[in-house]
């Protein structure tokens, strides 16, 4: 039933609109329990995806502040140009910028 759902949840992103898959529900081709797992399925994918992309977002805005402050100290070691603390400093601004 579960490869059934996965397969349902694959028919429905990819290839299927969601009214023709209630179609099928109504004409009795899909059972209604394997449609609202494939949905359940669906939930559960869509909130990993958001959760993985704000983790992203994350781990990016530290390597960023990471990387602004060794182009700092490189550059007061004299082995870093002004040019590339202010592109660490331009990158860390953009990922700082809130997203629409």
Do not use: Y
Not at 21 to 47: C, M, N, Y
């Amino acid at each position: 039933m579960l490869r059934r759902s996965l397969s349902l949840l694959a028919t429905w992103c990819l290839v299927a609109s969601p009214l023709s898959l209630f179609a099928q529900v109504a004409a009795g081709e899909i059972a209604k329990e394997e449609l609202a797992e494939a949905e359940t399925l669906l939930a559960h994918a869509i909130e990993a995806a958001h959760a993985a992309a704000v983790e992203r977002e994350r781990a990016e805005l530290e390597a960023a502040k990471t990387n602004l402050q060794r182009q700092q100290k490189l550059l007061v070691l004299g082995s870093a140009r002004k040019s590339d603390v202010t592109r660490a400093e331009q990158k860390l601004a953009e990922l700082k910028t809130p997203k629409n």
